[in-house]
Nanobody, 121 residues
Framework: QLQAYGGGLVQSGDSLRLSCAFG???????VGWFRQAPGKEREFVAS????????ALGDSVKGRFTISRDNAKSIVALQMNDLKVEDSATYYC?????????????????WGQGTLVTVSS
């Protein structure tokens, strides 16, 4: 009921838009994006509350990434601009236990399959 898609191979400086399709069961849940690169810990990227009014971004992506939500379409989007090589990772979306979202992965109960983003120099 959570499916992330939109990853791919891009060059440094390019933009990419990831989408997370969520089922009706998560319409009232906060949603977060996390990423994990090989050999690294999972990193918080962005989160959004169930109404879309409360958002948060990880420090490494502030000013470059934005998160948005369309409950009518059951989509949470992650717009990634000015991509860097260090943004390369598998990106996961997850649904929080409550209508609000947070930066800690322990706040999330439901995880979708990831989508791979590779940024070349």
């Amino acid at each position: 009921q959570l499916q992330a898609y939109g990853g791919g191979l891009v060059q440094s400086g390019d933009s990419l838009r990831l989408s997370c399709a969520f089922g009706r069961a998560f319409s009232n849940n906060g949603v977060g994006w996390f990423r994990q690169a090989p050999g690294k810990e999972r990193e918080f990227v962005a989160s959004i509350g169930w109404k879309g009014g409360t958002t948060a971004l990880g420090d490494s992506v502030k000013g470059r990434f934005t998160i948005s939500r369309d409950n009518a379409k059951s989509i949470v989007a992650l717009q990634m601009n000015d991509l860097k090589v260090e943004d390369s990772a598998t990106y996961y979306c997850a649904a929080a236990r409550t209508p609000v979202a947070a930066s800690s992965s322990t706040y999330y109960n439901y995880w979708g399959q990831g989508t791979l983003v590779t940024v070349s120099s």
